[in-house]
Structures are given as C-alpha cells and as structure tokens.
C-alpha cells in the first residue's frame, strides 16, 4: 500500500452537476498531482499543488480547479460536469525535491466516476 | 501525435515466453523515463525507471535509446502473475513533476 487514500471510491453524478473528490497524501509528501484516466487510455495529467499552491496544469478547462490543504491533503473540483468526465480519477502524492531530480510520484486507488 | 506512442496489444503468450514491448515519445526535452504497471481496475504501480545504459531487475529488462526517443521493456520467463498493462511514461523534468503516460499495452500471460 501507498498510504494515498482517495474518496469517494465510486461516485455517480448527472450532467452540469458539480463534484469534489478527496486527496490525502502519504506522510512527509508536500506535493499532490491530479490525473484523469479514461476507459482504455494512459492517466492524463490534469493540475499539480505544491504547499498549497498551483504548480503546473495540463490540458483542462478551468472548470476542473483544485486545492492542497496545510496538511498537504487536496480536493479536485469539477463543475459543469459532462458526459465526457466519466473517467478513473488518480492523485499521486510526491516530495518535490531539486530542480535536477525526481522523486517518485505513489498513486492512490482512485475515484471512478460516472457522469449520466 | 500523441506525447507517448506504445502499441495497444493485447499481448497473449504462454507461461516461460519472452515478450518486448516498445514505446516511442515525441519530446526530446524528456529527461526521465519508467515503465509502470497497471492491474485491472487499481492504480498504476512503479516497475522500473529507465535509463540511458540500460537497467535490469530480475526478470525485466528495460532500454532507452535518446536519438531515436524510443523505449522498450523486456520481460523473461512471462509468469501469469504479469498480466497487466504496462504503461509507458516521460517526465520533462521542469519545476513540476507531471508525468506524460502512454495509452499502455495490455499482457495476457496464458497457463
């Protein structure tokens, strides 16, 4: 185990409604990255929070946002859902370390959602 | 063009088989590469990182080749237990640390 828990584990939400997933990372990691993965695809990055703030977004509209709380745990929002957000919902928690390294990124088990 | 580019599979050898799986990205500011795995339905796990003179653990065996942006993983003795997908990923390396993944490429280990 990775000591990232996510939650909910499974969630089903209509279309325009809006949803919040859940994030705590494993002790002693200052950095959560969020991802979507869709039905028969590689995880997609969609935005990375370092103490609290963002660090880096990828190709998502700004009706996905997010935050990281003090105790490094984050929250991934997503308003205007669409049927199109359906997907296996992954943070991953890291320690953002020197500019020339990389430290592991240890992913949780996910939140599956379904927009109907 | 996709970031990270593997053939999909599905792979299905028998028990005792060697199988290859090869990935190509289009970044050549990539400066970090993996191989991940992937169980049906759970999250994606660390296999190996990759490097440029080649890495070996155990059975797996993986490669990178910077000129041509190629990456390949080499897995011995196929045992059922390593049915799963193998994703490919990139990382830029840049302030952040996202990493770039493939579509992955699907082990079916047969008895």
């Known amino acids: 185990e990775t000591g990232v828990t996510q939650s909910p584990t499974h969630l089903i939400k209509t279309r325009g409604q809006q949803v919040t997933l859940r994030c705590s990372s494993q002790?002693?990691?200052?950095?959560v990255s969020w991802y979507q993965q869709a039905l028969g695809q590689g995880p997609q990055f969609i935005f990375q929070?370092?103490?609290?703030?963002?660090?880096g977004r990828g190709n998502f509209p700004p009706r996905f946002s997010g935050l990281q709380f003090p105790n490094y745990s984050s929250e991934l929002n997503v308003n205007a859902l669409e049927l199109d957000d359906s997907a296996l919902y992954l943070c991953?928690?890291?320690?953002?370390?020197?500019?020339?390294?990389?430290?592991?990124?240890?992913f949780g088990p996910g939140t599956r959602l379904t927009v109907l | 063009r996709k970031e990270v580019e593997q053939d999909p599979g599905p792979f299905n050898v028998p028990e005792g088989a060697t199988v290859a799986f090869n990935c190509t990205y289009s970044?050549?500011?990539?400066?970090?590469f993996f191989w991940y795995r992937q169980d049906c339905r759970k999250e994606p796990k660390l296999l190996m990182s990759?490097?440029?003179s080649g890495n070996e653990d155990g059975r797996f065996t993986a490669q990178l080749n910077r000129a041509s942006q190629y990456i390949s993983l080499l897995i011995r003795d196929s045992k059922l237990s390593d049915s799963a997908t193998y994703l490919c990923?990139?990382?830029?390396?840049?302030?952040?640390?996202?990493?770039?993944f493939g579509s992955g490429t699907r082990l079916q280990v047969q008895p």
């Open positions: 991953a928690s890291s320690s953002l370390a020197g500019a020339n390294s990389y430290n592991e990124q240890f």
């Open positions: 002790s002693g990691h200052n950095t």
């Open positions: 929070y370092y103490r609290e703030e963002e660090n």
């Open positions: 970044n050549s500011a990539s400066q970090s």
């Open positions: 990759v490097y440029s």
């Open positions: 990923v990139v990382n830029l390396n840049t302030g952040r640390r996202a990493l770039t």
